[in-house]
């Protein structure tokens, strides 16, 4: 049964049918009462299933001239009232499914019913009856036999022109055809070698469970980050979409990905259920959808088990290493693992503050379950970025990196979160170039989406002065997190110490624009301009510094006023003073430097070696030592920290 416009009047599923020429809905024969605004809304999911519905679709054919109507309680008022005449669940839905943020989705096989054929209608037209006797002795026999060959024939040509369609697919003939006899499931399969993992919705009932709703995306988003065929959004970029309306195409071409997975995540006590679709982002064309429940103890399974399930539906290549990686999955302890998640969500804040919430909290997690190697790395890798923003004494936080490094190493040396911390201690800390190479590769093999590992690796390598590979490493970083402040700043430093101050500048400015209210690239800004001696600019951006980092405005006011006093002696000075005050050696040799004194240069330089100060680092490549380079004492401290030649 069609309309005019040849669509289907008459579906089927389950034990429902749907009239849509009389607006009836009818299970297993009797008329179920539904009609108006739900109805429609049945029709629009019917007519597309599978497919995303939206809500502003919806509200666009029932209200396309209403502009005082409270559009999403009516809407949600519509859905409940189909739901209860389909004796559906919200929360474990047969037929219609929530799609957070966007709309709905007609689940399960739908058939369109076509009427009896019509005995009027016949296949070809048949000669008209002859109207001659038969001849004596005959019996209609040769008038029959004409007629079977006559129609013998035609449909001899109706198989050819039919074969003639299938073979040119005509108007989809084939595809078609293929779909309805199981031997095509829907449209081929697009080739999908990039996904991004959006924001799972919370479902809990609970805000105090966001924490919980973000740590299983970003699970999720690190199992499918071990599979190296596949380049996975990392967190910080997916996250700059949690509460978003946007459509998923427009989405997916801010990420450029081919696909994006969406969902939810219900908690209730020590069960979770996590609810993923997968979606062709360009088409915005269902793929695939399931459900899965376990205890929070096994959620690393659930998470392995949803991740290997989205990598066979789009068809990504997955070596034997990567699968045994996603299969080899522990169970923790309850508590341990949301304590866990407690602290990433503060680590991934990026501020001394949430660092030492998240620092307490792995802590905490390790007392609850000692042997889970994850939490360690987390102690290893938070207390080495206190360090480094000059937020924890060394003496304090280098022996518990250590510590909690020896202790993860022991229980998983092949976590990659594992790797990177090693990594990071042998190149800030213990000056080991040949290990923090050697490790930063291991952790990017293990996890090639790893993007904090993969921008620290670009650092590593333009130290070394090995300027080509580090901005290859850094422009992966942001393809891989486009919206992180950290990986832009990464590549605009890291196009800086390779000698391409124009991209260095453009890309710092760009990331400025991430987030406005982040200080970091202004930051970065200032130290170019000071390199560059574009002074102005420096103060400008130093400027924006204070307002946004809540510096002390003396500060800005003191070097301006030197600036303004003495030019660039004047503009140094005062910095040496400022570093003097702070105690800074590395700082204090540095101005020195600029100042044009090598032996005060040195002499600070020496003290910073004696007191291991991660700046050291930058030794090599740093532009800001070139006045001081030659000098033999240079020369001999970069040999002692066996820098490469």
């Not at 995303?52 to 409940?80: Q, Y």
């Not at 389909?86 to 058939?111: H, K, M, Q, S």
């Not at 304090?396 to 990659?416: G, V, Y």
Request: charged share 25%; hydrophobic share 40%.
């Amino acid at each position: 049964m069609n309309d005019g416009d040849g669509h289907p009047r008459l579906w089927r599923f389950g034990v429902f049918e749907v009239d849509l020429r009389r607006a009836e809905l009818r299970k297993q024969g009797l008329k179920v009462k539904l009609h108006g605004q739900p109805f429609e809304i049945l029709a629009m999911l019917l007519e597309r299933p599978g497919e995303p519905v939206t809500r502003e679709e919806i509200r666009e054919k029932l209200w396309p001239e209403e502009t005082f109507v409270d559009f999403e309680h009516s809407i949600n008022t519509a859905v409940n009232r189909l739901r209860e005449a389909l004796g559906d669940d919200a929360e474990r839905p047969r037929y219609i499914e929530t799609l957070p943020r966007r709309g709905y989705r007609f689940l399960g096989p739908v058939e369109a019913v076509a009427p009896a054929p019509s005995p009027e209608v016949s296949v070809t037209a048949a000669a008209p009856p002859s109207r001659e006797a038969p001849a004596p002795g005959k019996t209609g026999v040769s008038a029959k036999r004409r007629n079977w060959w006559r129609l013998a024939m035609a449909g001899v040509g109706l198989v050819a022109v039919v074969a003639a369609l299938f073979a040119l697919n005509v108007a989809g003939l084939r595809d078609r055809l293929l779909t309805a006899v199981g031997a095509r499931r829907g449209p081929p399969l697009p080739k999908i070698e990039s996904i991004a993992v959006l924001p799972l919705v919370n479902l809990s009932g609970d805000a105090e469970q966001e924490y919980f709703a973000d740590g299983m995306t970003e699970e999720l988003i690190t199992n499918l980050g071990k599979i190296s065929a596949l380049r996975v959004i990392s967190r910080t970029s997916v996250m700059h979409y949690k509460g978003t309306k946007k459509p998923l195409p427009e989405i997916a071409r801010e990420l450029n990905v081919d696909a994006i997975v969406e969902g939810t995540v219900r908690r209730s006590g020590n069960r979770v259920r996590v609810t993923a679709n997968l979606l062709d982002a360009n088409a915005d064309r269902h793929l695939w959808a399931e459900s899965y429940e376990r205890d929070l103890g096994d959620v690393l399974t659930l998470q392995s088990a949803l991740a290997q399930a989205v990598a066979r539906e789009i068809k990504v290549a997955i070596s034997p290493a990567e699968s045994s990686r996603l299969a080899a999955v522990r169970s923790v302890k309850p508590e341990a693992y949301e304590l866990y998640l407690k602290g990433r969500y503060h680590y991934y804040k990026w501020n001394p503050d949430d660092f030492r919430k998240a620092l307490d909290y792995f802590q905490k997690a390790i007392e609850a379950d000692p042997d889970w190697a994850p939490a360690y790395a987390g102690v290893a890798t938070t207390c080495g970025w206190l360090w480094i923003a000059g937020a924890l004494r060394p003496q304090e936080a280098l022996p518990r990196f250590s510590a909690a490094l020896k202790t993860a190493l022991a229980i998983d040396d092949a976590d990659p979160e594992v790797r990177y911390a090693l990594a990071a201690s042998a190149f800030y800390y213990r000056w080991d170039w040949e290990e923090a190479d050697r490790e930063f590769q291991r952790a990017l093999a293990l996890d090639p989406n790893l993007v904090e590992a993969r921008f620290e690796y670009g650092w590593f390598l333009v130290s070394m002065g090995r300027f080509s590979a580090a901005v290859g490493e850094a422009q992966r970083a942001v393809e891989r997190d486009p919206l992180s402040v950290s990986a832009n700043l990464a590549l605009g430093d890291v196009y800086f110490w390779a000698h391409q101050d124009d991209q260095a500048i453009a890309q710092l400015r760009r990331t400025a624009e991430l987030e406005p209210d982040d200080y970091r690239a202004h930051e970065f800004l200032t130290g170019m301009y000071q390199q560059k001696q574009m002074y102005a600019e420096a103060l400008a951006e130093l400027q924006k510094v204070v307002a946004l980092h809540g510096a002390p405005p003396e500060k800005l006011a003191g070097l301006q006023h030197a600036y303004q006093q003495s030019g660039p002696q004047g503009y140094w000075m005062w910095q040496l003073s400022d570093a003097k005050r702070r105690s800074a050696p590395y700082e204090i040799a540095l101005d020195y430097a600029r100042l044009g004194d090598a032996g005060r240069a040195v002499a600070w330089l020496e003290r910073a070696y004696q007191q291991h100060d991660w700046h050291m680092i930058q030794l090599k490549t740093l532009r800001a030592w070139e006045p001081v380079r030659s000098d033999p004492r240079f020369q001999n401290l970069l040999r002692r920290m066996n820098f490469p030649p």
